[in-house]
């Protein structure tokens, strides 16, 4: 099993670009999330979801979009790029048993974006 | 604004001391958990405590977390260089989502 992915690794973009960022997960878990990390501000919560075609917001989702069409895929999308969007971007997934979630998150391995 | 309080910041050592990692916050947490970063990759989980005065070990680390449930705090016996990386600790504080620390830069110098 792959776990989770994210493509790209690594994007340079200009002021007012827009970019998809893909996660994927081939867990089966139902949660996934968008994370952004920066310097001493640890990790914060963009959007997430809790199933299949449903979002919510985090704590920071201003200048962001998302969408979950299947399952296995959680899309974070900027549509006017801001240099203050220059940040790693991480997404997870966590799963839930018997109803009950267990808030463990299986992280992907980064994208780092800039924006110029 | 973190709702989770990790301290030191930044912590660097000798290979073989003993180190403490402290996470406070004021509000009381389902459970808390502890991650590991190491550069260019994603957090990893360590263990997950539940339980108030519930303490868990994992080879040179002992997890303890507070009979409150608002705090918590990693130790590492006899570090190594492997241990180095940024911990990170988290808190569930309802069934979807974590509250994350900024996370402790953790160097053991060999």
């Known amino acids: 099993n792959a776990g989770v992915t994210q493509t790209p690794k690594f994007r340079v973009l200009k002021t007012g670009q827009s970019m998809t960022l893909l996660c994927a997960q081939d867990?089966?878990?139902?949660?996934m999330y968008w994370y952004r990390q920066d310097p001493g501000m640890g990790l914060r919560l963009i959007h997430y979801s809790v199933g299949e075609g449903t979002t919510a917001k985090g704590e920071v989702p201003d200048g962001y979009n998302v969408s979950r069409l299947k399952k296995q895929n959680f899309l974070l999308g900027l549509e006017s790029a801001a240099p203050s969007q220059t940040s790693v971007y991480f997404c997870?997934?966590?799963?839930?048993?018997?109803?009950?979630?267990?808030?463990?998150?299986?992280f992907g391995p980064g994208t780092r974006l800039t924006v110029l | 604004t973190q709702l989770l309080e990790q301290s030191p910041q930044f912590l660097s050592i000798q290979e073989g001391e003993n180190l403490t990692v402290y996470c406070n916050s004021s509000s009381v947490f389902s459970s808390l958990q502890w991650y590991r970063q190491e550069p260019g990759e994603g957090p990893v989980l360590l263990v997950t405590?539940?339980?108030?005065?519930e303490v868990k070990k994992l080879k040179r680390l002992t997890f303890q977390f507070g009979d409150a449930r608002k705090d918590s705090s990693l130790h590492i016996t006899a570090a190594q260089p492997g241990d180095t990386g940024l911990y990170l600790c988290a808190g569930a504080w309802n069934d979807y989502k974590l509250s994350f620390g900024a996370g402790t830069t953790v160097t053991v110098r060999a």
């Open positions: 867990m089966n878990h139902e949660y």
């Open positions: 405590v539940v339980t108030g005065g």
């Open positions: 997870a997934s966590s799963y839930s048993y018997r109803g009950r979630s267990y808030n463990e998150q299986f």
